[in-house]
């Protein structure tokens, strides 16, 4: 059964990449990897998804190594608004599997 | 454009009392699921469905039961309230992707639960 781990905390400033990492092992070849982001007292909202290489939209990029062991959210330029929880979520051994979250902060 | 709805948005229960938590959706999504989050930790899946008249355990279904008889409503039923069960429940739905994994779930607002 695949884990996923994510650091509890990150700071950074107005303007700068922010990247977040999440590890995750025993998932399948095709398992897509799904980050989603949650402001206080809200309930968590799609960021991106992708299962390999890398993906970008309008708000975010995730890459995806050959290995499929981890992914990286990254946030360009983050602005204090991007201030919130950000969790990836896997699919592995027919469960969906969140990880724990990472509290991102931002300052002016 | 509703979304997702959960009804209530806050709950006192004491020990003992059962309730119901609502959420319906206006998507015509096939898969919906229920959540809780105690503070500060991440989202633990409680019962998901993948249509009407199809329930399944998620990974904590203990003191909790659903049921799903339209395609638009979910309803979480907690019998026998405990302190355990103290949490923010939030309900969540999704089209159905044939890769599971591939859904996007979009959530409701939450419903904050304490039981004392």
């Known amino acids: 059964l695949a884990k996923t781990t994510q650091p509890i905390s990150m700071d950074s400033y107005e303007g700068q990449e922010v990247n977040i990492t999440c590890s995750h092992n025993n998932i399948a070849t095709n398992d897509y990897i799904t980050w989603y982001q949650q402001f206080p007292s809200q309930g968590p909202r799609f960021i991106i998804q992708g299962y390999k290489t890398k993906v970008t939209n309008e708000v975010a990029s995730l890459f995806i190594p050959a290995d499929r062991k981890s992914s990286t959210l990254s946030l360009p330029r983050v602005s204090l608004s991007d201030t919130a929880v950000y969790y990836c979520?896997?699919?592995?051994?027919?469960?969906?599997?969140w990880g724990a979250g990472t509290k991102l902060i931002i300052k002016p | 454009n509703a979304g997702v709805t959960q009804t209530p948005k806050f709950r006192i229960l004491k020990i003992g009392q059962s309730m119901t938590l609502q959420c319906a959706q206006d998507m015509n999504h096939n898969y919906m699921y229920w959540y809780r989050q105690d503070p500060g930790m991440g989202l633990k899946l409680i019962y998901y469905?993948?249509?009407?008249?199809?329930?399944d355990k998620g990974e904590v279904p203990n003191g909790y039961n659903v049921s799903r008889s339209t395609t638009e409503d979910f309803p979480l039923r907690l019998e026998l309230a405990a302190p355990s069960q103290t949490s923010v429940y939030f309900c969540?739905?999704?089209?159905?992707?044939?890769?599971?994994?591939?859904?996007?779930?979009?959530f409701g607002a939450g419903t904050r639960l304490s039981v004392l």
């Open positions: 979520l896997v699919y592995s051994n027919y469960q969906l599997i």
């Open positions: 469905s993948v249509g009407a008249g199809i329930t």
């Open positions: 969540a739905s999704s089209s159905a992707e044939r890769d599971i994994a591939k859904n996007i779930q979009y």
